[in-house]
């Protein structure tokens, strides 16, 4: 008999069919004439109801052994529903149980759980709908975003995990290292003698492939990374992890109002994407999670970004009546606060701030002709803040130069960067989005750990 997933069985199949579904318990009702399981193959949302009648052979020990959870294999025929909400179910000739469950320890009941609890049971907690929702939205956008670049012609690349440089001079760096911690290599002086270590110098994981890509797209042309990258970031926030992944498109001829444009696009095409994938499961996060997941969608869909400048967000921030707790004056970073006033206050839809204050930004960044500030640009959006941060890069030599010194930067550790702007050097942009920033977007769920399967953050990596 034909093995089929749930979700094409819901949309497709018609009374009278033969099917066979594998899956797990999500429910069991016993009921005098008949037993009802709901089973669920992560396919969809809803789950498929299967009917158990009594005449089937060893029915009692069955159904007593259909607690949630179990694994189980259901052949029979596809009958219409008398139930509310759904349209067929299976009425079963064969039930086999692959993988019982101790209903007494299992630690997912029927009722709902808090998000902090699922994570102490991560290795489980995807068998809920809410989770499930989230990992299949969140397939559909990886999907997304691959024929996004791919439709455009960007040639996907990948960008080492293990790096020497630390690209921005951020200290957000994790050490990766070979060395006995307990009994380090010194030098004379009493440094560590990295010479001695594994790559022969200081490495790390990545907190970004933008260098590399640089280099990818001065032979390609349209280039985009997307895989794992790693902060120590310190702060335990609902939008950062210690590994995140990342996706960062690279473009030579390119300035920075063709970075905005593809920023847009890039986002809207995603929206689309993923309520076309996943229609139930954004309707699910409409009712459960957040009501303005819809909304926000069809928004971002419908209007352009609003792009004002660094200096024009200032202002705007200046005239607001209300006070923040980082105090606004031309110069400063904006705060989370300042974008989230900006994106869902005044605006109540995405924008992007670009020209922003050349201190505050990384040595890369082009320098505009005032000298005061860079062709960078953020996209902010309502609920999460900064969702996107990009630039043209600067792509002058001389430049370049002045601008890594300016920022304590060791020019020799950059050589082969300086090298494109030697070597047929050429104006290019790009951006970097973290992915489960989007997804939490997209979704709506509030904290970063619950749109990543295993989420790493300070003292958490168990699973
Ligand atoms: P933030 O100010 O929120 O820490 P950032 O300025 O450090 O962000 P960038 O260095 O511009 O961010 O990184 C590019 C994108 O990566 C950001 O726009 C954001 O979507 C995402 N991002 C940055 N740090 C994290 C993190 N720790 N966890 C998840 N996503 C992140
Ligand atoms: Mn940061």
């Known amino acids: 008999m034909e093995q089929r997933r749930i979700i094409q069985i819901l949309r497709h199949g018609v009374p009278d069919e033969t099917a066979c579904v594998r899956g797990w318990v999500r429910t069991k009702r016993e009921l005098k004439q008949f ?4 089973v669920n193959d992560g396919s969809s949302l809803a789950n498929l109801q299967v009917v158990l009648d009594p005449e089937l052979p060893d029915y009692d020990t069955l159904v007593k052994c259909l607690n949630t959870g179990a694994s189980v294999e259901v052949s029979g025929t596809l009958v219409e529903s008398p139930a509310k909400g759904q349209r067929i179910e299976l009425k079963a000739t064969t039930v086999t149980v692959c993988g019982e469950v101790d209903s007494e320890t299992y630690p997912l009941q029927k009722k709902r759980h808090s998000f902090e609890f699922l994570r102490t049971i991560a290795h489980l907690r995807s068998r809920t709908n809410t989770l ?13 975003i691959h024929r996004f670049f791919q439709e455009r012609g960007f040639l996907w690349i990948h960008t080492p995990i293990l790096t020497a440089s630390d690209c921005e001079g951020a200290g957000e ?21 990295y010479s001695r270590d594994f790559f022969g110098k200081p490495a790390y994981l990545t907190v970004s492939g933008q260098l590399e890509a640089e280099v990818m797209a001065m032979a390609f042309g349209n280039v985009y990374t997307f895989g794992p990258t790693f902060r120590a970031e310190n702060s335990n926030t609902s939008r950062h992890l210690a590994e995140f992944w990342m996706i960062e498109p690279e473009m030579a001829f390119c ?18 994407a993923v309520l076309e994938a996943c229609p139930e499961d954004m309707e699910f996060f409409n009712q459960r999670i957040d009501k303005g997941v819809l909304e926000r969608a069809e928004n971002i869909l419908r209007h352009d970004f609003e792009r004002v400048s660094y200096t024009e967000a200032i202002e705007l921030l200046e005239k607001a009546d209300r006070t923040f707790e980082f105090p606004v004056e031309w110069g400063v970073d904006l705060q989370s606060e300042h974008e989230r006033y900006l994106a869902e206050e005044l605006l109540g839809k995405p924008l992007i701030v670009y020209n922003y204050p050349r201190n505050i930004k990384a040595f890369y960044m082009r320098l505009n002709d005032d000298e005061k500030t860079v062709a960078a640009m953020d996209v902010l959006v309502p609920k999460i803040g900064e969702i996107i941060g990009g630039s043209q890069r600067e792509e002058r030599l001389d430049v370049l130069e002045r601008r890594i010194r300016e920022s304590g930067l ?14 047929g050097s050429v104006s290019h942009a790009g951006f ?6 989007l997804v939490q977007f997209v979704t709506g769920m509030a904290n970063i750990r619950d749109v990543i399967p295993f989420p790493r953050a300070p003292l958490t990596i168990d699973f």
């Open 35 to 38: 037993s009802f399981v709901e």
């Open 132 to 144: 499930g929702a989230v990992f299949r939205v969140r397939n559909a956008a990886s999907d997304a």
């Open 173 to 193: 760096l994790l050490s990766v290292t070979h060395f006995d911690l307990a009994d380090v290599p010194r030098t004379e002086a009493q440094a560590v003698d």
């Open 255 to 272: 300035d920075l109002a063709g970075d905005m444009d593809l920023a847009e696009d890039f986002l809207k095409y995603l929206f689309n």
């Open 410 to 423: 060791n020019r020799e550790d950059y050589w082969w960067y300086l090298d494109l702007r030697r070597y």
């Open 432 to 437: 970097g989005l973290g992915f489960e920033r």
